[in-house]
């Protein structure tokens, strides 16, 4: 924003390669390993980040960077960071007031910039302004196609409804099909505009917009990817809009305006050049209709045909899924049928049903037909099929769905042998087909069932992340703004860690029979421990590992504490110092162990200590709850030598909370986000 008082005497020159380094952050990564991504990871706000990217904090002007929201009106000064989708420098306004939230580092240096101290003093004196300027407040009107409406409720916009009534001080919205509408209300429109009214009109091609438009303008339909354009100034409708607001990762072809009108990067925006009619071509709900979703299964007893519960599947920005289980072939010969329940919500939605080898070359028993079923009611799914040769790996049964965005119930799975038998209203599982699937109703949770699917559609969400602030900005500078939470939340203290440790005797103090074993703590094999003080006079454990004998029998060694209990959906925090002579990079495994039917309630975690001690902090969530019969446990076979300090395991909020994953943004945080999207406060 180059003609904003905060830049004065400032230009491009000045906000890069400052004097000094930044210690905001530490100036390397703390890297870990990642079993999910195969190599090196950060953690930020309880996520796995596989970019890695700080290789020092020298010249560095800005080192947490703001993704700019989509929701409300925040007015960026200077764009930065990947793509120039993030702001160190914006405004918040909400009625008469306004927040700055200012994210360079002009203090946390070793050296003083001359840049840094004239942004500070023209940031004071402006915001020291008692008549800094206030935008006027209009109320917005919308016509057009449904998913614009909803996109536009969902970014905190309220609209009302145009049906002919007389126009005032208002921004009237009109998206695909509105032109139909407001023909017949061309001249009132016509007047409204030379009054002085304001339109947003959101990818309509020039045959909409001129049959209500008092001036004709001309589109071409072609493929837009990117444009550069110089910032606009601080009055213009564009103001706050930058090339990466319309970057489109998503390439397809768009109504560009080609004349009639003041064409801004070639085309995808456009000013009337008598009127105050701004054209966006590049709206955020062609392409993701439902920011929130996001792939992945759930079982629940809102909805259920057979039994109390049923499983909700999410399909989000994949392109296709499958929903199925592993199950023991049938026999060659003999005929079997494979049936679901299933129920598209909101929308019809087109599956089919596979039953393939597991294992490879994946070829199939059977591929059924793709099927369009209707919305909001259950549909019995079936294929029957005959066996002609032996499947050893056994099968993979499933329901495929090549639909991104779509959301269906599935219960009642059967597979048996035989024909396909309707299922009537209130009847039970027949006991004369034996159902080769297990958990056919999802009565016990989603075990053993899969839900798997290929990498999201990330071009797709940028993109809509990206128009989504676009519009939102355009509408901004009009005087429509979003609501948001964000004073509440300013005012709302974060909420820390809850509770006390649940280890027994964590820091290794307690030896009652003097036994040399710390209390409630076992270390296998026996003979494999010393437990000692450390420099700073702390206990500690030095947990000795020979390796295989030999024979090549292996030597492994564990540290474990019994009958640790968690709760289902709680969030612990586990922690501990840790260091290590011999083991050259391996890594060591962590987990709470359910020993009845021995398998983990948490997510595994791995780690690998040096020479220096170090602290080890991870964040995981139960997936059961187990008062007794659990195991905390660390264990490793590699020849080395390595000790433990000041071990820790506290109930805490989830890493989401004090995240601001929504109010400001239209979709939810995943993994392979930029990190610094998910911002403190």
Request: hydrophobic share 35%; with cysteine; glycine share 8%.
């Amino acid at each position: 924003m180059p003609d904003h008082p905060y830049l004065a005497g400032l230009d491009d020159q000045h906000l890069r390669d400052w004097r000094g380094e930044s210690t905001i952050l530490p100036p390397r990564l703390d890297y870990l390993p990642s079993n999910k991504y195969g190599g090196a990871v950060i953690r930020w706000c309880g996520l796995e980040v596989p970019r890695l990217w700080r290789c020092g904090n020298r010249g560095n002007v800005a080192s947490v960077l703001i993704e700019k929201p989509a929701i409300g009106d925040f007015f960026p000064i200077i764009d930065g960071g990947f793509s120039l989708q993030y702001s160190p420098l914006l405004e918040y306004r909400e009625g008469k007031g306004m927040v700055l939230f200012c994210l360079i580092d002009v203090t946390g240096r070793t050296e003083e910039d001359p840049a840094a101290t004239r942004l500070v003093r023209n940031i004071l004196s402006y915001v020291s302004e008692t008549s800094y300027p206030v935008r006027s407040t209009r109320k917005a009107l919308y016509v057009g196609d449904p998913d614009g409406k909803r996109h536009l409720q969902r970014a905190g916009i309220s609209t009302g409804s145009y049906e002919g009534a007389e126009l005032r001080d208002q921004v009237l919205i009109v998206g695909h099909g509105g032109g139909r509408a407001l023909a017949k209300h061309a001249p009132a429109v016509a007047r409204w505009l030379r009054a002085g009214g304001h339109l947003l009109a959101l990818q309509l091609d020039g045959d909409e917009a001129n049959s209500f438009l008092p001036a004709p303008i001309r589109t071409t339909k072609g493929e837009h990817i990117a444009a550069y354009f110089k910032p606009s100034g601080v009055d213009s409708p564009f103001a706050g809009v930058g090339p990466a607001d319309v970057h489109n990762r998503d390439p397809r072809a768009l109504p560009l305006v080609s004349h009639g009108a003041k064409l801004v990067a070639d085309g995808v925006m456009a000013e009337a050049e008598s009127a105050n009619v701004i054209f966006c071509q590049l709206v955020p709900y062609r392409f993701v209709k439902s920011p929130g979703d996001v792939p992945g299964l759930a079982v629940n007893d809102e909805d259920a045909v057979e039994g109390k519960q049923s499983v909700l599947l999410t399909l989000g920005t994949v392109p296709q899924g499958q929903f199925g289980q592993q199950v023991t072939a049938g026999q060659v010969g003999k005929t079997y049928t494979c049936s679901a329940l299933v129920k598209p919500l909101g929308d019809p939605v087109t599956v089919r049903l596979e039953v393939e080898r597991a294992g490879s070359p994946w070829d199939r028993a059977v591929r059924g037909k793709d099927i369009e079923l209707p919305a909001d009611q259950w549909t019995d799914l079936h294929v029957t099929f005959k066996v002609d040769k032996p499947y050893p790996e056994g099968w993979s049964t499933y329901i495929h769905c090549s639909q991104p965005e779509a959301r269906l119930r599935v219960d009642w799975f059967r597979l048996f042998e035989g024909d396909y038998v309707p299922r009537s209203a209130g009847s039970a599982a027949d006991p004369e087909r034996k159902n080769l699937f297990a958990n056919p109703s999802f009565e016990e949770g989603t075990e053993p069932w899969f839900f798997r699917w290929p990498t999201e559609q990330q071009n797709l969400r940028k993109t809509f992340r990206r128009s989504s602030f676009l519009v939102t900005r355009l509408l901004a500078n009009m005087g429509v703004r979003g609501q948001t939470p964000l004073l509440s939340r300013l005012a709302t203290p974060i909420a820390e860690a809850t509770g006390q440790s649940i280890l027994k005797n964590g820091d290794f103090s307690v030896d009652a029979d003097d036994n040399g074993v710390p209390d409630h703590w076992t270390i296998r094999p026996k003979d494999a421990f010393v437990r000692e003080t450390t420099d700073t006079g702390r206990w500690s454990i030095r947990v000795i590992c020979k390796g295989p004998d030999e024979k090549g029998k292996s030597g492994s060694v564990s540290l474990a504490q019994p009958d640790v209990a968690v709760r289902k959906d709680q969030w612990y925090r586990i922690s501990f110092r840790a260091k290590a002579e011999g083991l050259e990079g391996a890594r060591m495994t962590l987990a709470i162990q359910d020993t009845s039917v021995w398998r983990s309630l948490v997510e595994y975690q791995r780690f690998s200590p040096n020479e220096q001690w170090k602290q080890f902090t991870f964040l995981v969530k139960s997936k059961d709850t187990a008062e007794t019969k659990t195991r905390f446990q660390i264990w490793h076979d590699n020849p080395s030598t390595v000790w433990f300090s000041d071990m820790c395991i506290v109930p805490c909020d989830p890493p989401s909370r004090g995240r601001w994953s929504s109010g400001l943004y239209l979709d939810k945080p995943q993994e392979w986000d930029d990190p610094y999207r998910f911002f403190r406060w």
